[in-house]
């Protein structure tokens, strides 16, 4: 089914692409994790199957995975906070840094509130064996109103690809080569959901907190690392065209001001 979603001024249809997140169990929130931090703004609803996490002067909120996992397909659905979320970031991602704070590996999408109501900003980034003075980031306008109803935000990950989806269209692939390997995530990790205070960070010196949520339904962990994981399909890359090519506006790959020599693998795309 293909939808057509309005955002930005404009009228998207998104690529008709193969819907991943049909291919794998759903599990119910309470059953895969437990209260990372902010427990008072952690509420379980609908038997645990979803989780309600707020944002509140005094803190956050976010849950963990109760195991950690060596590759899989990772999904949330998600609905944003509405209304002037300036500062608020919502994120899942998946990380190691309990386990190994020096050379920790981590996997993110991250949802940056502005300061325009509707104005949410995708986040997709990647670490590998402490690399962080490195930033992978590209970032993207979403093609539709997060506020509304629930999309959902993916990642696979396997010893070939790490593939970022919203709503199952490819935003974003990381190709395992060589010109990547050394700091290609390769350590178990735990999955995280959470909702933080990122002013400074997340709007450059915008400091505006206020009260926030966001709902998380059921996310899928399972093993993907066959040969029908290895690469897109052609419906996929496809997906992944239009993606960057209409929404995406920032690739660490293109930012020479930051990057006197850019990193390897942007040479090799």
């Known amino acids: 089914m293909i939808i057509e979603v309005f955002a930005l001024g404009a009228v998207y249809t998104p690529p008709n692409v193969e819907r991943l997140t049909d291919r794998f169990s759903r599990v119910p929130v309470s059953e895969r994790y437990t209260v990372a931090f902010g427990g008072s703004n952690v509420h379980m609803t609908n038997n645990g199957t979803n989780a309600d996490l707020s944002l509140n002067k005094s803190s956050g909120s976010g849950l963990m995975s109760k195991n950690k996992y060596y590759y899989g397909f990772f999904s949330a659905a998600m609905k944003l906070p509405a209304g002037f979320t300036s500062g608020v970031v919502v994120a899942f991602y998946l990380s190691n840094s309990d386990v190994f ?56 990950w396997n010893n070939h690809h790490i593939v970022f989806l919203v709503d199952n269209v490819p935003v974003r692939e990381v190709i395992h080569n060589t010109a990547i390997s050394s700091v290609y995530p390769s350590k178990p990790m735990s999955v995280y959901t959470t909702i933080w205070d990122g002013s400074e960070w997340a709007t450059r010196g915008w400091k505006i907190p206020r009260p926030s949520c966001t709902r998380s339904s059921p996310s899928s962990l399972d093993p993907v690392d066959g040969e029908e994981f290895a690469k897109l399909s052609s419906q996929q890359t496809t997906g992944l065209q239009w993606a960057r090519g209409k929404h995406m506006f920032y690739s660490y790959c293109k930012d020479a001001s930051r990057y006197k020599v850019l990193p390897p693998e942007c040479n090799a795309k």
């Open 101 to 156: 704070p020096h050379n920790h590996d981590e996997i993110d999408i991250e949802l940056l509130g502005h300061e325009r109501r509707k104005d949410w900003v995708l986040q997709t980034n990647i670490y590998g064996n402490g690399s962080v003075k490195t930033g992978r980031e590209e970032k993207f306008y979403l093609w539709f109103d997060p506020t509304t109803s629930f999309h959902e935000y993916s990642i696979l």
